[in-house]
C-alpha cells in the first residue's frame, strides 16, 4: 500500500529512488577512485629504478673504473692503485672539505678514502655545480692537461671544477662540495649492492 503526502507524492517510491540512486552514485564514486588511487601508488618500472644494483667486481682491476645506473644516474666505481691511494694525503691541503664533512653523506664516506675499502671508490658521477657529467682523468702532472700539480681525479668540461680520486672537491672552481657517495655495501669480495648500506645487508 503506497503512503501519499498531501501534494499527492508517492512517499515509499520517492525513497526507494533516492536510496538506489544514491547506493549507485557510491559505487561509481568507489570505481572512479579506483584507478586514481592505484595511480598513486609506483609502477613495478618506478619500483625497479629504485631498487638496489648488483654489480660484480670481480674482473675490475686496479686503475680501472666502470660506470654503472642506478636510480636514473651514473655511479663511478673506481678501483684505485696504492699510488692513488697515496695521493689522496698529497692534495688534502688543496681541498674546499677534505674530510668531507658534509651531513648527507653516509658516514663511511667521511674519510680519506670517502669509501668502505681504500682501494674502491663508489661514488654518484654528477658534478656538484650544475649537474654535469664528469670525466676521469687519472694521468698525472703534465700529461693530464691539467698541470703539473695533478695527481689525478675528475674534471667537468661544462664549467671546469675538479675533484680528486676521493670525488673531493678543489678549492678555486665553481663546484661548492664533494661529489655525492651513494648508499652500498659489499655482498662479499668481488660484489658491489648499490642502494643498500652495509647495516641493512639481510
Keep these: 500500500m503506497s503512503e501519499t503526502n498531501e501534494n499527492g507524492v508517492d512517499v515509499k517510491r520517492r ?7 544514491s547506493a549507485i552514485g557510491a559505487v561509481g564514486v568507489a ?7 592505484a595511480s598513486m601508488s609506483p609502477s613495478e618500472r618506478a619500483k625497479a629504478a629504485g631498487a638496489p644494483v648488483e ?3 670481480s674482473k675490475l ?8 645506473e642506478w636510480r636514473g644516474v651514473p655511479v663511478f666505481i673506481l678501483n684505485r692503485t696504492s699510488e692513488m691511494e697515496s695521493n689522496l694525503e698529497k692534495v688534502k691541503t688543496q681541498l674546499k672539505d ?3 664533512s658534509t651531513p648527507q653523506q653516509p658516514e663511511y664516506a667521511q674519510n680519506e678514502f670517502r669509501s668502505l675499502k681504500p682501494e674502491f671508490l663508489v661514488m654518484v658521477g654528477i658534478c656538484t ?11 698525472v702532472g703534465a700529461a693530464s692537461g691539467l698541470g703539473d700539480h695533478w695527481l689525478g681525479g675528475f674534471y667537468c668540461p661544462c664549467h671546469g671544477s675538479k675533484f680528486d680520486l676521493a670525488g673531493r672537491v678543489f678549492n678555486g672552481v665553481p663546484a661548492q662540495l664533494n661529489m ?5 655495501s659489499f655482498l662479499d669480495e668481488s660484489r658491489i649492492l648499490i642502494g643498500v648500506n652495509p647495516e641493512e645487508v639481510a
Excluded at 31 to 37: K, L
Excluded at 180 to 184: C, H, M, Q, S, T
Design 15 to 21: 525513497r526507494f529512488i533516492t536510496m538506489t540512486s
Design 129 to 139: 655545480h650544475l649537474g654535469c657529467a664528469p670525466v676521469n682523468n687519472f694521468q
Design 31 to 37: 570505481a572512479a577512485a579506483v584507478p586514481f588511487v
Design 61 to 68: 682491476e686496479p686503475g680501472q673504473m666502470i660506470r654503472v
Design 55 to 57: 654489480v660484480d667486481i
Design 98 to 100: 677534505p674530510d668531507s
Design 180 to 184: 655525492l657517495i651513494p648508499p652500498y
